[in-house]
């Protein structure tokens, strides 16, 4: 594993004192509790961003070939996987 690296932190006093309270409260470090914090953050920023790229990718997609489905066809198709149904993604039409 590698070696971690000190980074400094400013933190309004005001976050500071609910750090500390949520570190009691959970029994663990302050420490422990702001890495955590930063690790979801991240984690969840990266989902974000990988979300988006993929969304723009699928809208240039369509502005190249015009193949869709409508809210309807999207609709349909989830309510019979809702059902227990094994039911194909429709296809794509212009």
């Known amino acids: 594993m590698p070696s971690a690296s000190t ?3 400013k933190l309004d006093p005001a976050i500071k004192e609910r750090v ?3 570190a009691e409260a959970r029994r663990r470090t302050s420490h422990w509790i702001m ?3 930063i690790e979801e953050y ?3 920023e990266e989902k974000r961003q990988s979300f988006l790229q993929d969304a ?3 809208w240039e997609d369509y502005h190249l ?3 869709h489905l ?3 066809e999207v609709g349909a198709w989830i309510a019979k996987l809702e059902a227990g149904e094994d039911a194909d993604l429709p296809e794509c039409h212009v």
Do not use: C, I, K, Y
Request: glycine residues 4%.
């Open 7 to 9: 980074t400094s932190l």
């Open 42 to 44: 991240v984690s969840r």
């Open 56 to 58: 723009q990718s699928a």
């Open 35 to 37: 890495r955590e914090a």
């Open 20 to 22: 500390q309270h949520l």
């Open 70 to 72: 409508t809210d309807n």
């Open 65 to 67: 070939n015009g193949l």
